[in-house]
């Protein structure tokens, strides 16, 4: 999983390097989120993700979240990397809701940087090809996380892919994406 976060964070961070100040206004696959949104949600979420890797407490206040585009993609890279860190994986760490396992945490930062990165990338018109071994570590994670996700609104329901797509359209089609989706 910390390789795949790794090239993950990478290609999240490459892209938000190419959304440009006419895009932030876009629709993206994720529907409750115009590219502006998705960029402020996840500029709460990857260095609360970076901050759960590293088993730090909370902040009495949070801090406000990044939006801009270059800033939220680097705040991926420190989180990809607080994430390879050996002990990290290890114990239970606060991350989002609450209290869970430091794997499961990684798990949801993966598929985060996964899934909204295609969605970002998706709305500003570029492509997010992920490598053969991260997209079947996506898959795995989706998989398992589709039954929470869907529960708490995360997913929408799964849509059906042929059984020869690639492993990272079949984690979009899990996930309740169109893999086809343009803006």
């Known amino acids: 999983m910390q390789t795949a976060l790794t090239e993950l964070a990478e290609l999240f961070a490459t892209t938000t390097a190419r959304i440009t100040p006419e895009q932030l206004d876009r629709p993206t696959p994720c529907t409750d989120f115009t590219v502006r949104q998705l960029l402020a949600h996840l500029g709460g979420v990857l260095p609360d993700s970076e901050r759960a890797a590293h088993k730090l407490p909370r902040p009495a206040a949070p801090a406000a979240a990044l939006t801009e585009p270059v800033a939220v993609g680097e705040s991926a890279r420190r989180a990809a990397a607080a994430w390879q860190v050996p002990s990290a994986l290890d114990g239970d760490t606060l ?7 430091a794997g499961f945490a990684a798990a949801v930062t993966l598929q985060e940087l996964a899934l909204h990165g295609w969605d970002l990338a998706r709305a500003a018109g570029v492509d997010y090809v992920p490598g053969e071994v991260a997209a079947e570590t ?8 589709a039954e929470r996700a869907r529960a708490n ?13 690639a492993a990272f359209e079949r984690a979009l089609a899990a996930s309740g994406r169109n893999p086809g989706w343009a803006a």
């Open 138 to 145: 996506v898959l795995a994670v989706v998989e398992q996380l």
């Open 153 to 165: 609104g995360s997913y929408g329901p799964a849509l059906p892919a042929p059984a020869d797509s």
């Open 95 to 101: 991350f989002g809701p609450g209290e869970m396992p």
